[in-house]
């Protein structure tokens, strides 16, 4: 079945450091990607997506390449800040499989002043 | 964008009672809905897949007799937990997608029930 590897967490980083979150994915289709963040005790928000090899989304700062190559999409931000803690989900959406979303396990991200 | 609105946020109630929690797209029509149980500091675990007008697909080990749903309208999913046990306390999230998004376009969320069972 279609699975979604995330790096673990937690990632603690200072202001304005560089981000990166390593997703990787197995699918039996052409699963469409996503990015999405939740924040404390709140459902989760998309944050960016892509829907065929080699797109590139991207949002608020943050970017993600759809690898089909390494079936890879992580997710990357050039300067994070506080207001990015969060938790960040990789996942991915099957159009063999009803649409399904299937999510990786999520890593939290501490941005410190 | 597309909206959907999850309530109630957080409902605390008593062992054996019944909860009802209501997921409603507000701009958009929900042909298909999805309802999941995030554990605290861990992921989403898809629960059932909620299709108006027909019974719900439920996901291997979910007890449908327990997780009650019903998408009765193209803008409103309900799930219902039926004779609630503290081990049911969770965090409930339901996300939607309209006819012609979800695999292009995202699922747009809810902002998710906070169900304790006392």
């Known amino acids: 079945g279609d699975s979604v590897t995330q790096m673990e967490g937690p990632v603690t980083l200072s202001e304005e450091a560089f981000l990166t979150i390593n997703c990787t994915y197995t699918a039996t289709g052409y699963p469409s990607l996503f990015w999405y963040v939740q924040y404390p005790g709140e459902g989760l928000q998309l944050l960016l997506k892509?829907?065929?090899?080699?797109d590139k989304g991207s949002n608020k700062g943050f970017e993600a390449t759809y690898r089909k190559e390494t079936t890879s999409f992580h997710l990357e931000k050039g300067s994070v800040q506080v207001s990015d803690s969060a938790v960040y989900f990789c996942a991915l959406a099957d159009n063999t499989n009803a649409g399904k979303s299937t999510f990786g396990d999520g890593t939290t991200l501490t941005v410190k002043p | 964008g597309a909206v959907v609105s999850q309530h109630p946020s957080w409902v605390i109630c008593k062992s054996g009672t019944s909860v009802k929690i209501e997921c409603r797209s507000l701009?958009?029509?929900?042909?298909?809905m999805f309802w999941y149980r995030q554990f605290p500091k861990q992921s989403l675990m898809l629960m059932a897949t909620s299709n108006e007008g027909s019974k719900a697909t439920y996901e291997q080990g979910v007890e449908k007799d327990k997780f009650l749903i019903n998408h009765a309208s193209l803008t409103l999913s309900t799930l219902t937990v039926t004779s609630a046990h503290p081990e049911d306390s969770s965090f409930y999230i339901c996300s939607a997608r309209d006819q012609g998004g979800g695999l292009y376009y995202g699922y747009t969320f809810g902002s998710g029930t906070r169900l304790t069972v006392v």
């Open positions: 892509a829907t065929k090899a080699d």
């Open positions: 701009d958009f029509q929900a042909t298909t």
